[in-house]
């Protein structure tokens, strides 16, 4: 574990998140994972983000919205990454809260349970990042180093090993160097 539990939590969805859209650099740009109320609540369940879940359709375009604003903190520098994370709890007017509830015990909140669903994600996902700017841990967000992807990783690994995101790319890698040695072999 690199953070408190429920950073890294926030931390590896705020990069799903990101993931639900492909990046402007893969292989196939106009994926996008995240098209409808449906896909929300998926996401939301899949992620058990705490609070009321999105319920109108009105909910998702702000979410899709917020998706290329977090995916720039994994291309940003510590200076920009700041200023993005500022401006989010800035336009939440983010109030942190120590909460317990469900099986959690005291983590920080920094909007009320009423918010708008986007912004109760923004605010997640600003409230982690503080943490890895803090713990000067910002190497720990990368770009997926799989052929044509460009989807973002958070390597929470004690070793700082992991390069792939988890879309199957470490897979498609090792299938690839795999074929690489045969076919070398079958040269030799
Ligand atoms: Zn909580
Ligand atoms: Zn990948």
Known sequence: MAFTHDTDVALQSAAALVNTQAGPESADPTRDDLRSLDDLRAFWNEWEYSGPPPTAPADVAPVQALRP??????????????????????????????????????????????????????????????????????????????????????????????????????????VAAYRARQGQADRD
């Open 69 to 174: 604003r977090l995916r720039e903190l994994w291309h940003a520098d510590e200076a920009r990454v700041v200023e993005i994370v500022n401006d989010l709890l800035a336009e939440s007017q983010a109030l942190p809260q120590l909460v317990k509830h469900d099986q959690w015990d005291y983590h920080l909140h920094a909007t009320r349970s009423d918010a708008p669903v986007s912004q109760r994600m923004a605010v997640e996902a600003a409230m982690a990042l503080v943490d890895v700017v803090r713990a000067g841990e910002l190497s720990r967000l990368r770009i997926c180093a799989g052929e044509d992807c460009d989807n973002v990783v958070v390597d929470l690994s004690r070793n700082r090993s992991r390069r792939f995101c988890d879309h199957g790319c470490g897979n498609k890698a090792n």
